[in-house]
C-alpha cells in the first residue's frame, strides 16, 4: 500500500509538472499537460452538458409563452417590490424602521430586477447568435431578445444606490464625527463606557433587524412573482447554468453578523475596557 506524500513531495511534483509544461513542444501538448494538472470537478462537467446541447432552445413549442410570462413577473415585481412592508408595533419608531426596511427592500429588488434582465438580453442574444437563420427559433429569439432590451432600456433610469444609512455620505460622515467625539469623552468614566456600549449594542441590533426583515420582505415578493416563471424560462430554454439568484440571503448573513457583534464583541469590549 502506497505511503501518502509528504508535503515537500507534492510541492515537488508540482514543479515537475510545471516543467514538463514549459518544455512541451506544441501548443496543444502544453494544453493537454495544463488541464491534466488543474484536474475534473463539476464546472468542467457542466461545460461538457452545455456544450453537447445543440439546440438554442431546449423546448421551443414551450419558448413564447415562458418568454411572457417573465416578462410578466418582471412588471409585477417593479411595481410592488419597493412598496411598504407591514411593520410590528414599534410605537413612535414605526415611521423610522418602515422607511429604512422600505429603502433596503427597495435595494434588494431593484438589484435583483436589472441582474434577471441583463442575463435574460445577454442568453437571448448568444442564443440568437448559434440558430439557424431561417429556423423559427431565430425568429422567435429575436422577437424576446427585442422585448427585453426594451424593458431593460426601461429600469435603466431607475437607481439602485445602496440605502444612504449603510452607503455612507456626507451626513453619515458627520454624524460618525460627532459620535466619534462622544465616544471619546464616554471612554473618561466607567459608566460612560457602560452607556457608549449599550447604545452600540442597540444600533447594531436595529441595523440587525432591519437587514433580517428587509431580505425577508425581499424575498417572500421575489418567490411570489419571478422565482417560477424564471426557473420556467431556463428549463425552456435549457443548458444555461442556475437562474440569477437575489441578495436576501446575503443580507440575512449580514444580520447574523451584526448580531454577533452586538451580542459578543461589544459586551466583551466593554469588560475589558472596565477591568483594563
Given at each position: 500500500?502506497?505511503?501518502p506524500?509528504s508535503k515537500?513531495?507534492?510541492?515537488?511534483?508540482?514543479?515537475?509538472?510545471?516543467?514538463r509544461?514549459?518544455?512541451?513542444?506544441?501548443?496543444?501538448?502544453?494544453?493537454?499537460?495544463?488541464?491534466q494538472?488543474?484536474?475534473?470537478?463539476?464546472?468542467?462537467?457542466?461545460?461538457?452538458?452545455?456544450?453537447?446541447?445543440?439546440?438554442?432552445?431546449?423546448?421551443?413549442?414551450?419558448f413564447?409563452?415562458?418568454?411572457?410570462?417573465?416578462?410578466?413577473?418582471?412588471?409585477?415585481?417593479?411595481?410592488?417590490?419597493?412598496?411598504?412592508?407591514?411593520?410590528p408595533?414599534?410605537?413612535?419608531?414605526?415611521?423610522?424602521a418602515?422607511?429604512?426596511?422600505?429603502?433596503v427592500?427597495?435595494?434588494?429588488?431593484?438589484?435583483?430586477?436589472?441582474?434577471?434582465?441583463?442575463?435574460i438580453?445577454?442568453?437571448?442574444?448568444?442564443?440568437?447568435?448559434?440558430?439557424?437563420?431561417?429556423?423559427l427559433e431565430?425568429?422567435?429569439?429575436?422577437?424576446?431578445r427585442?422585448?427585453?432590451?426594451?424593458?431593460?432600456?426601461?429600469?435603466?433610469?431607475?437607481?439602485?444606490?445602496?440605502?444612504?444609512?449603510?452607503?455612507g455620505?456626507?451626513?453619515?460622515?458627520?454624524?460618525?464625527?460627532?459620535?466619534?467625539?462622544?465616544?471619546?469623552?464616554?471612554?473618561?468614566?466607567?459608566?460612560?463606557?457602560?452607556?457608549?456600549?449599550i447604545?452600540?449594542?442597540?444600533?447594531?441590533?436595529?441595523?440587525?433587524?432591519?437587514?433580517?426583515?428587509?431580505?425577508?420582505?425581499?424575498?417572500?415578493?421575489?418567490?411570489?412573482?419571478?422565482?417560477?416563471?424564471?426557473?420556467?424560462?431556463?428549463?425552456?430554454?435549457?443548458?444555461?447554468?442556475?437562474?440569477?439568484?437575489?441578495e436576501?440571503?446575503n443580507?440575512?448573513v449580514?444580520?447574523?453578523?451584526?448580531?454577533?457583534?452586538?451580542?459578543?464583541?461589544?459586551?466583551?469590549?466593554?469588560?475589558?475596557?472596565?477591568?483594563?
Amino acid at each position: 500500500m502506497d505511503e501518502p506524500l509528504s508535503k515537500p513531495a507534492e510541492l515537488l511534483i508540482d514543479q515537475i509538472d510545471a516543467l514538463r509544461v514549459l518544455r512541451a513542444d506544441t501548443d496543444e501538448e502544453k494544453g493537454r499537460l495544463l488541464e491534466q494538472i488543474g484536474g475534473k470537478g463539476v464546472v468542467e462537467q457542466e461545460m461538457v452538458s452545455q456544450m453537447s446541447a445543440i439546440r438554442p432552445l431546449n423546448h421551443p413549442e414551450r419558448f413564447e409563452e415562458a418568454h411572457r410570462m417573465m416578462m410578466r413577473s418582471i412588471e409585477v415585481l417593479d411595481r410592488n417590490g419597493q412598496r411598504p412592508a407591514k411593520m410590528p408595533r414599534f410605537g413612535p419608531l414605526r415611521p423610522v424602521a418602515q422607511w429604512l426596511v422600505q429603502q433596503v427592500t427597495r435595494w434588494i429588488v431593484r438589484t435583483h430586477l436589472n441582474r434577471v434582465i441583463s442575463r435574460i438580453c445577454g442568453l437571448y442574444e448568444k442564443r440568437e447568435a448559434n440558430s439557424e437563420w431561417s429556423h423559427l427559433e431565430h425568429s422567435m429569439l429575436r422577437r424576446a431578445r427585442l422585448d427585453a432590451r426594451r424593458v431593460q432600456a426601461g429600469s435603466a433610469n431607475q437607481s439602485v444606490g445602496l440605502p444612504t444609512f449603510l452607503l455612507g455620505g456626507a451626513a453619515l460622515t458627520s454624524v460618525a464625527s460627532g459620535l466619534q467625539s462622544l465616544a471619546r469623552s464616554a471612554l473618561d468614566s466607567t459608566i460612560g463606557v457602560i452607556a457608549l456600549g449599550i447604545a452600540v449594542v442597540f444600533v447594531l441590533g436595529a441595523l440587525s433587524w432591519v437587514a433580517l426583515y428587509s431580505a425577508s420582505v425581499a424575498r417572500r415578493r421575489i418567490r411570489l412573482s419571478t422565482d417560477q416563471p424564471l426557473k420556467a424560462l431556463w428549463e425552456t430554454i435549457g443548458a444555461a447554468g442556475t437562474p440569477p439568484r437575489d441578495e436576501s440571503y446575503n443580507f440575512a448573513v449580514y444580520a447574523i453578523i451584526l448580531l454577533v457583534l452586538s451580542w459578543i464583541v461589544i459586551p466583551l469590549a466593554i469588560w475589558l475596557a472596565i477591568t483594563a
